[in-house]
């Protein structure tokens, strides 16, 4: 993506971005081409910040994935169990900050997201990184492995009225099973609100584009997206979906 279209919003920094944290949230996520991505900044760039770190607005992420030995987290989400987890280390690498996450989805569709500042990103669990795990889910860390990694670069918007958070992903890579897999055509776009509302300005550019929710799992799409012999049924559909947008 050209940066370019990332330098006509106004900018704001780490600090004033905690102000719409969202730790407990309503979250929507979007495929979209990344083609698309220029129009759609042009369309919002007046109603929402950038996060600008040391005059970067385009930031690198790195993370790790954990799950057991059987896949039990990856086979909670192909399965659809509510209340289910996940489990990852992540770098922010422009600001070297990493932290490990335990992400809950609810059976009211609400994201708990809780985190530990660590001092690396280590593709192992610390005992203090196990004890947070067992502190914040139901999950034994004894049993967690590094299962995938994948790297990005994000944009990250917030509303000028500083209730809604946006991120876009794009430039995604994942490693896994030892393959690899790319997302180069595409943008990830997630809102993040205390409730979900249609009436924001990306949401409305969404719907003005034809564009519908879609749910996306980093993890899950990358592992199936990289391993051959992965359970995938309830995947199928996506993947069948991300074909179709980039067909001319």
């Known amino acids: 993506m050209n940066a370019k279209h990332a330098f006509r919003f106004e900018a704001i920094g780490l600090e004033d971005l905690d102000q719409v944290q969202l730790m407990e949230r309503t979250d929507k996520k979007f495929l979209v ?52 987890y996940k489990v990852r280390k992540r770098t922010y690498v422009d600001t070297q900050t990493s932290f490990l996450e335990v992400k809950q989805k609810t059976n009211k569709g609400k994201t708990i997201k809780q985190r530990l500042k660590i001092k690396n990103n ?47 992903d794009f430039n995604f890579r994942v490693e896994s099973g030892q393959q690899m897999a790319s997302l180069d055509e595409f943008a990830i776009i997630e809102i ?27 993890y899950c799409i990358g592992r199936v997206l990289a391993e051959e012999k992965i359970k995938k049924n309830t995947f199928k559909p996506k993947i069948r979906r991300l074909t179709k947008l980039i067909q001319p």
């Open 33 to 84: 081409p990344a083609s698309m991505l220029p129009g759609i900044f042009q369309a919002i760039e007046l109603h929402y910040f950038i996060l600008e770190i040391d005059s970067k607005r385009l930031l690198e992420y790195h993370t790790h994935y954990f799950d057991t030995t059987d896949d039990q987290l990856f086979h909670h989400h192909h399965n659809g169990k509510l209340n289910r």
């Open 192 to 218: 993040k609100q205390n409730r979900f509302s249609r009436m924001s300005p990306l949401s409305k550019c969404l719907q003005k584009n034809r564009i519908k929710p879609m749910g996306f799992s980093k």
């Open 122 to 168: 280590h593709p192992e669990l610390s005992e203090q990184e196990k004890a947070f795990v067992r502190q914040v889910s139901p999950i034994n860390p004894e049993e967690l492995l590094p299962k995938s990694t994948n790297q990005f670069h994000r944009i990250t918007l917030a509303d000028k009225q500083m209730t809604e958070r946006c991120t876009i």
